[in-house]
């Protein structure tokens, strides 16, 4: 496996609010994760790290995460406690009321591949050199759009697109969506809605597939392309391809 994440405040932001990382556990099993945050005085940004930070610890310190059911039950348990310690800090911080934090995640062993994740921070796989996105948006108008009152093109433009149901720390119980998903893929992109608001699809999948760039290189012009068109949010990407696919 070859893997780089990649974090980027944009140009309009003061400070980054996301939080991203890509780890192992003691069997060599993978867990990429991405989180954006909101809520004011940083407070954001804490709550992004705790869900990445809670997330990767406990990853990395298992020997394996186990089967397909066993993988689910721990993220739920663990989202749970991240949902917890997010809603007890902003108790405890007056200047951190409404901090919360999107999740997106994907573990990949040998046996499956399962994505999480709860907000508008999303999932794809890319195979055949083609980018297909795997979680659906907790957002105001991607509800509209599933009823049929929105098209995919007035929710792209629509003033309250930004607009999230569900995240981490808005309520006592939030549930991540997860999403089992083929291994016969050539790599995982998770990114913030920094990156999706920025590029369409097939922009991105043409840095990706751009056989002269390094992996490190095609984040970085991911990066610098959302800048050169606004940069109007944090940008954050984790990608992994898998052995012998270099993409």
């Avoid at 998903?181 to 097939?202: F, H, K, Q, W, Y």
Wanted: glycine share 8%; hydrophobic share 40%; charged share 25%.
């Amino acid at each position: 496996m070859k893997s780089f994440y990649i974090t980027d405040p944009g140009i309009v932001r003061s400070h980054n609010e996301d939080s991203v990382t890509i780890v192992k556990n003691i069997m060599g099993e993978h867990m990429m994760i991405v989180a954006d945050g909101m809520g004011g005085h940083r407070a954001g940004e804490i709550a992004s790290g705790i869900a990445v930070s809670h997330l990767s610890e406990r990853f990395m310190n298992l020997s394996s995460i186990g089967s397909k059911l066993d993988a689910i039950n721990w993220l739920d348990e663990n989202v749970a406690i991240i949902n917890a310690e997010i809603i007890k800090y902003a108790n405890s911080n007056s200047d951190c009321m409404g901090m919360g934090t999107t999740l997106v995640l994907a573990i990949l062993t040998e046996e499956f591949l399962i994505f999480g994740n709860v907000g508008d921070s999303s999932g794809f796989v890319l195979k055949n050199k083609k980018l297909h996105k795997v979680t659906k948006d907790h957002t105001l108008v991607n509800v509209l759009v599933e009823s049929g009152e929105l098209t995919e093109e007035e929710a792209a433009n629509h003033p309250k697109k930004n607009v999230l149901m569900r995240a981490l720390g808005a309520s006592d119980k939030q549930e991540l969506d997860k999403f089992a998903v083929e291994t016969d893929i050539d790599a995982i992109l998770l990114c913030s809605d920094g990156l999706t608001n920025m590029l369409s699809n097939e922009q991105i999948e043409n840095i990706l597939n751009d056989e002269e760039l390094d992996i490190e290189r095609k984040l970085t012009k991911i990066v610098r392309k959302c800048n050169s068109r606004g940069g109007t949010d944090n940008i954050s990407v984790a990608y992994l391809v898998k052995e012998s696919k270099e993409l």
